[in-house]
């Protein structure tokens, strides 16, 4: 299972947190689950990934991608808005009326597939929210997926990283690079190593009631956008207008962030597994498909009993009258001279 874990580290799509983040955030949270969860959660996993669920981990960044999923991405487009929640510039604070209308964004998305999960809809369904939720309640661990209107997250700030000469987006090294940087620099680039370390990070971390508590994971994200994220090596606030060159003094105060928002965003996807699969149990057991009759089927099934029942009842009437005139015609054919 690890083999094939580390196999889709290597050559996944860096996209969102990128393919690291997002594989790391989901085996964390599967690899605590308790026996009766991981069944549940191993039958909704694609057969050929062996129980794997970090394997489709980025799935739903995938499936909108016309380079990942070039013939069916536009069937996809509407799912784009839920991974990230956009706030006014500045603004420092998260409204969910203001800043999740009709409940398009990431904490919306995962208050949704959530339900489903809960609810008795059929395994495509169930498959489908499960795969969108263990994205999204990363996503949402990653600070830049909550961030400015106008830059779009950070996406619009355009930086050079560590001397490249290559121009990227500051949201883009919040996602991978750094995470890159730090594998390379002092796990000599060994995925697993990194994995080892942020799992005993999270083992480390002190539950709290934020931990069920979705827009608290929003505010968190805002109060290190609004503090540090958007300043620079020189500490100006960084903008669109400009190019900026961000190296390894600002790499050491983002590391630290990047790095408990994966170990958080693992324990809080585990816990939210156990929830759902509590919830679960709470729900009256769904009738199979052969078990349920629709009104129409109940109504024909009555008509044909009523039918059936005066057949019965015309077929003794005829029977009696047909016996009664069997007796009288013995009755009158009697002669005594027969004796």
């Given amino acids: 299972m ?15 947190w990128g393919a690291i983040g997002h594989n790391i955030i989901v085996h964390l949270a599967q690899s605590q ?4 969860t991981g069944e549940w959660i191993r039958s909704l996993t694609p057969w050929h990934w062996n129980g794997n669920l970090s394997a489709m981990a980025s ?10 999923n070039p013939t069916e991405f536009a069937n996809w487009l509407w799912s784009s808005a839920l991974h990230f929640i956009n706030t006014p510039d500045w603004a420092c604070n998260y409204d969910y009326e203001r800043d999740c209308s009709n409940d398009r964004c990431a904490e919306g998305a995962i208050r949704n597939y959530t339900k489903r999960l809960e609810e008795s809809f059929d395994e495509i369904q169930q498959k489908e929210a499960l795969y969108f939720l263990i994205h999204f309640v990363g996503d949402i661990h990653q600070p830049l997926h909550t961030a400015f209107t106008t830059d779009r997250g950070g996406n619009s700030v355009k930086v050079q990283y560590m001397n490249s000469s290559y121009i990227t987006s500051l949201h883009s090294i919040w996602d991978s690079a ?22 005993d990070l999270m083992l480390n971390q002190t539950s709290n009631e934020n931990d069920t508590k979705i827009s608290q994971w929003v505010d968190e994200n ?14 100006s606030t960084m903008n669109v207008s400009v190019n900026y060159t961000l190296g390894d003094i600002y790499y050491n105060r983002s590391i630290p962030i990047i790095e408990q928002r994966l170990a958080l965003g693992g324990r809080r996807l585990r816990l939210l597994f156990q929830e759902i699969y509590q919830n679960r149990q709470t729900q009256p057991t769904p009738h199979s498909q052969d078990d349920k009759l629709c009104s129409g089927t ?6 044909l009993s009523i039918e059936f029942f005066i057949a019965i009842i ?8 047909f016996r009664k005139k069997r007796v009288q015609s013995r009755s009158f054919s009697y002669s005594p001279n027969q004796i």
Avoid: K
């Fill in 222 to 235: 805002l109060s290190f956008v609004c503090s540090q994220i958007y300043l620079d090596e020189q500490n």
């Fill in 2 to 16: 690890l083999f094939i874990y580390f196999l889709f580290l290597l050559f996944g799509q860096a996209l969102s």
């Fill in 314 to 321: 015309i077929g003794i009437i005829v029977g009696l009258r």
């Fill in 59 to 68: 799935w739903a960044d995938d499936i909108f991608r016309p380079d990942t």
């Fill in 178 to 199: 750094m995470i890159l940087t730090r594998i390379r620099r002092d796990f000599q680039g060994n995925n697993s190593l990194y994995y080892e370390h942020i799992f």
């Fill in 298 to 303: 109940i109504a024909l099934i009555v008509v």
């Fill in 33 to 36: 689950l308790d026996n009766a």
